[in-house]
């Protein structure tokens, strides 16, 4: 699943034209799985994610309608984000067209779990935050935010819309990677269809008055059947970016990473650009995203 769309940017519009260039948003998440036989992996342990449950890392990108565009969902569970994502092909590509994407200010948006580079932006901490007086490092972390939640949507109604992500996948790791790619494929064709038709109303009013019927024959039938009770959960997997010293590639990405963030610090600072006093993000009662981006 591959794919490139300037659509995601929508930095440029709510930031007045200080920022723009973002493409894409990023993230991983965990998708609870049944342990593994030792006959399909050497290491059954190794797919138990931080949660405490088997899972596999689901590495994706996705653009501001939440259309999946990139997918690798064959890491273990306890593989951290930044090594699924360094171990990756987009990685690879990045890095590959890393001069054209800097020098035409493109950029991918992740969550701190990733690598800071010149074309991934990943926010700031919470020390940088204390020591800026002008806020102009918040009000980049609520654009970057604003533009990552896409990726957040996407997940969680891909879990909502699909019910075999209810309860843990029960097959083994290579049928469990191709049962995601397939449901981000339908999910991208529901999402074509459905882009400014009457039905994306009643998939917003769907999302936010989802729930599961656990009385319902068919469920409790599943429950018996797998001893789980139907729960839709996005589980991300966040965890800040490991530690440990750079390699020289990773410390120059890193100093392009930041030569570009800070330079659209300095856009929004000089915009006069602060985080807004409210927030439309809304969560429905299973804790899911469901608003439209």
């Given amino acids: 699943m591959t794919g490139y769309t300037n659509s995601q940017n929508c930095l440029a519009k709510k930031t007045g034209g200080a920022l723009c260039g973002c493409f894409g948003a990023l993230d991983g998440n965990a998708i609870k799985t049944q342990c593994p036989r030792r006959k399909d992996v050497p290491d059954p342990g190794n797919c138990c994610c931080r949660k405490g449950h088997c899972a596999l ?29 360094l171990n990756g092909r987009l990685w690879d590509l990045l890095v590959e067209k890393r001069d054209k994407l800097i020098a035409k200010g493109l950029c991918l948006v992740g969550d701190s779990a990733h690598p800071l580079a010149g074309f991934l932006q990943v926010p700031f901490e919470l020390p940088d935050l204390v020591n800026d007086p002008t806020r102009s490092k918040d009000g980049f972390n609520h654009c ?19 019910g075999m992500f209810w309860r843990s996948l ?9 049962i ?5 494929l339908l999910h991208n064709f529901i999402v074509d ?27 409790q039938r ?6 789980e ?40 600072a000089t915009h006069n650009f602060r ?16 608003f439209d981006c």
């Fill in 144 to 162: 970057h935010s604003s533009n990552r939640i896409c990726i957040e949507c996407a997940f969680d109604e891909l879990v909502m819309r699909w």
């Fill in 229 to 268: 009770q139907a729960r839709a959960i996005a589980s991300d997997d966040e965890e800040p970016c490991t530690g440990g010293r750079p390699s020289n590639q990773e410390a120059e990405f890193g100093r392009q990473g930041n030569r570009m963030r800070n330079g659209n610090v300095l856009k929004l």
């Fill in 222 to 227: 599943l429950t018996r059947t797998t001893g």
């Fill in 180 to 184: 995601v790619r397939t449901a981000m």
């Fill in 57 to 85: 890392n689901v590495q994706a990108t996705c653009d501001k309608m939440k259309r999946f565009l990139r997918v690798n969902p064959s890491n273990k569970g306890s593989t951290h984000d930044s090594s699924a994502f």
């Fill in 193 to 219: 269809q459905r882009h400014g038709e009457p039905s994306d109303d009643f998939d917003r009013s769907h999302f936010q008055n989802f729930r599961i019927d656990n009385t319902l024959a068919t469920q």
């Fill in 275 to 290: 985080r807004p006093m409210q927030s439309n993000m809304r969560l429905n009662k299973q804790g899911l995203v469901h």
């Fill in 170 to 178: 029960r097959f083994n790791l290579r049928k469990n990677a191709l």
